[in-house]
């Protein structure tokens, strides 16, 4: 169940990034700066399924600057807290320091976050990808 999860997960990213990348007339580029980041082992398909929605919200909520930017990616790690926080944010792969203060800086517009599915007994640890350039 959780392979079939994580395909149809990773299926509808690429097809978003493809959609997108059509619509915009720009070069798709697959490469997630979060893959070569080890991914965290969830215990339960409800805190998989939990994970993969805080990533969607937090990818369609950031606001990128306006200005341009060097190409790169940087991957977050977001620790959301049993209330439903923001506990941390930190850095797991760099796309050099002006790119992570640009990402830091845009997940500071981003929430609330519904509870995890955790009972309130522990928080979720989700990885976020954010790919800049043309």
Partial sequence: MLR????????????????????????????????????????????????ARIRAQVISQAIPPQGPLPPGGVCVAIVISPSGGVASKTVRKSGGRILDAVTL??????????????????????????????
Wanted: proline residues 13%; glycine residues 8%; positive net charge.
């Fill in 4 to 51: 079939t999860l994580f395909w149809g997960l990773a299926i509808a990213w690429l097809s978003t990034s493809v959609a997108e990348a059509a619509s915009e007339k720009r070069p798709l580029r697959l490469a997630d700066p979060c893959a070569s980041v080890k991914y965290p082992r969830y215990k339960t398909p409800g805190a998989l399924a939990y994970a």
């Fill in 105 to 134: 800086q845009m997940l500071r517009q981003i929430g609330p976050f519904p509870l995890p599915p955790t009972g309130g007994k522990s928080a979720v640890l989700v990885l976020a990808p954010f790919r800049f350039g043309p």
